[in-house]
């Protein structure tokens, strides 16, 4: 997640504005697959923060991102498009980026693969409330009961001052804190292209986490080393998926589709590691979905009354 990965597509808005949405189907369909993707790479990356410390799994993953995602910028657009009009906001960004994946990653070890996305899906909620700190949007009574009631759904997740608790559980939250902080900057980047922010996601994670490297280095064996890559891999591959998807439909029409990833990462979970989520963390996954599917529905009725209001 992470890193987000899949998840985090809900709260990202990548697509270009200067492209028609010529598909939704297919829109829809991309942001699927890349839920899938990020679903994948979030069990490996699981697997390897077993055996290696998570600072060194989440370089892994942004080196071999920027190694996928720079040489297709280039190709795309030449070195043009690795220019941004808003260079502070895009490295400010990458670091609410960088630092969501380093903790949903530190999170692992001790977390199910479901339980660490469905706490992370949060994250919708805190990018509502910062938008109005910080944007000035103004939330209706409507969308603030649904993020009321989203909140409880990861208190159940969660299970503060039960025996079930785990302090690991805070990690997700806090890096859905950090995801958000990135989302409301995206909000402010203007004239950039897709692909120019997602240059700027890969060089600026690279940058910090190789800065930690010294700290928290143990020599990977082949099978870490290409279980690594894989990983990187997919995290371009999903990444690439949700432009493609941004660019066919409407982000409040499709973002919500973005909630099959806690489908995915319970039957993963299930078929690799063997852990089955109980009856309250299926009872929170739910209740948060339903709540992140209700604050979609209402974005998609404000921006149809803006339009026909206009």
């Known amino acids: 997640?992470?890193?987000?990965?899949?998840?985090?597509?809900?709260?990202?808005?990548?697509?270009?504005?200067?492209?028609?949405?010529?598909?939704?189907?297919?829109?829809?369909?991309?942001?699927?697959?890349?839920?899938?993707?990020?679903?994948?790479?979030?069990?490996?990356?699981?697997?390897?923060?077993?055996?290696?410390?998570?600072?060194?799994?989440?370089?892994?993953?942004?080196?071999?991102?920027?190694?996928?995602?720079?040489?297709?910028?280039?190709?795309?657009?030449?070195?043009?498009?690795?220019?941004?009009?808003?260079?502070?906001?895009?490295?400010?960004?990458?670091?609410?980026?960088?630092?969501?994946?380093?903790?949903?990653?530190?999170?692992?070890?001790y977390l199910p693969v479901a339980d660490a996305t469905a706490i992370f899906f949060v994250s919708p909620i805190l990018i509502m409330a910062l938008s109005v700190l910080f944007l000035g949007e103004t939330v209706g009574w409507r969308r603030w009961t649904a993020a009321a009631v989203g909140f409880v759904g990861v208190m159940i997740v969660v299970r503060p001052g039960t025996g079930a608790f785990q302090f690991a559980a805070l990690l997700p939250m806090i890096a859905a804190s950090s995801w958000a902080v990135g989302a409301v900057v995206t909000r402010k980047i203007v004239g950039d292209h897709a692909f120019t922010t997602l240059a700027y996601s890969a060089l600026v994670g690279t940058v910090v986490l190789s800065a930690l490297m010294p700290f928290n280095w143990v020599t990977p064996d082949a099978t870490e080393i290409g279980l690594g890559l894989s990983m990187g891999v997919l995290f371009a591959i999903g990444h690439w998926f949700i432009v493609l998807a941004y660019r066919h439909g409407n982000a409040s029409m499709i973002a919500p589709f973005s909630y099959v990833q806690l489908i995915w990462a319970g039957s993963l979970g299930y078929l690799v590691f063997g852990t089955v989520p109980d009856a309250l963390t299926?009872?929170?996954?739910?209740?948060?979905?339903?709540?992140?599917?209700?604050?979609?529905?209402?974005?998609?009725?404000?921006?149809?009354e803006k339009k026909f209001s206009a």
Request: net charge positive.
């Open 1 to 109: 997640m992470t890193s987000s990965p899949a998840a985090r597509a809900s709260a990202s808005p990548l697509e270009p504005a200067s492209l028609p949405a010529p598909s939704p189907l297919k829109g829809v369909l991309f942001l699927i697959a890349s839920t899938i993707v990020f679903s994948v790479a979030d069990v490996i990356t699981k697997q390897l923060a077993s055996t290696l410390p998570p600072p060194e799994v989440a370089w892994m993953r942004y080196v071999t991102f920027a190694l996928v995602i720079v040489p297709i910028v280039l190709l795309k657009g030449g070195p043009g498009l690795l220019r941004s009009r808003r260079p502070k906001l895009q490295v400010l960004r990458g670091f609410g980026m960088v630092g969501s994946s380093l903790l949903f990653i530190e999170s692992l070890p």
């Open 282 to 304: 299926i009872t929170g996954a739910g209740i948060i979905a339903l709540s992140g599917l209700y604050t979609a529905y209402r974005e998609r009725v404000r921006a149809m």
